[in-house]
């Protein structure tokens, strides 16, 4: 069951980037992002509502809550979507990549149980290698601009890996969808004003049926299923499995881009998804290796 949860989540999470590409032809980024949270606080509301799901209680729920939040979707996603305009998507997506890297040595700080070993170091270098090599063509940095934006996207990386860790540490008696929601609440809040102030008023935009397909993608299956889903598989796996995610979805985005944008789908991209498959099972299969490897020095 849990694998099964990490794949839908790769696979999710690996096709908004297509939505995201689609729905940036008509809408500027930080409004896109601000219609898609707001749409997404409004169901995941809703559904609270309809299943009597208890909200937090106490100050330091909401304080949790609120820092998450703020860390999650108001740096984060703030920074990934100012971020594009002067970087590549597939620098960004390498970037981003550092969330298990900054996840693992967190870790370290708030869950002792999960310690950094050398077999998951060396796992999360083969994983960015293996994104670096599927998007070899992209990684460049040709002004000021684009060095200030790859800077953001390892600062968003950083959030959205502190905002798991702390969520995990200390959110694991709050409902799933509690937690997704009051998230969104205290992090969301910031984006829209930003947008407001940057991009003028939502009502005057071009909201074609594919921006408005890409918005209802990307907050119901891109945002209330998956961080629904995630926070559960989060409580139930360690942190650094959980966030092999950030590996994989770069690798599902390109080829999905080949199937449904025609984009030109390099040589390169199956050595590096080789590789980013072979980081993943290093971490998630580890025990499985250790236990393989202790039976047959056993035998010998």
Known sequence: MKFVVWLILCLIWGTTWL??????????????????????????GLIIIANKIPLPKT?????????????QFTINYSLVFWSELYITSGLAAVLQAMIPV???????????????????????????IGVGIVFIEQLRVNSLMAFAGSVAIVIGAYAAAHAS??????????????????????????????ALFKEGNPFNYNYSWSAIISILYLSIFGTVLTFWLYYWLLGKIESTKAMTIALVTPLIA?????????????????????????????IVFRKKIKTVTGELKTEN
């Open 102 to 128: 900054f996840g693992l040595v967190l870790a370290w700080f708030y869950l002792p149980e999960e310690k950094i070993t050398w077999l998951k170091v060396i796992a999360l270098i083969i994983g960015i």
């Open 254 to 282: 390109v080829v999905c881009g080949a199937i449904f944008l025609g984009e030109k789908l390099l040589p390169q991209t199956l050595i590096g998804g080789i590789l980013i498959l072979a980081s993943v099972g290093l």
């Open 19 to 44: 939505f995201i590409k689609v729905g940036l032809e008509d809408l500027p980024p930080l409004s896109f992002a601000s219609i898609r949270f707001i749409l997404a606080v409004i169901v995941v």
């Open 165 to 194: 860790i702390l969520t995990k540490a200390k959110g694991g008696d709050i409902h799933p969808a509690s937690l997704v929601f009051g998230q969104m609440v205290c992090g969301v809040f910031p984006v829209i004003i930003i």
């Open 59 to 71: 100050k330091r729920e909401w304080k949790l809550l609120a820092i998450t939040g703020i860390l």
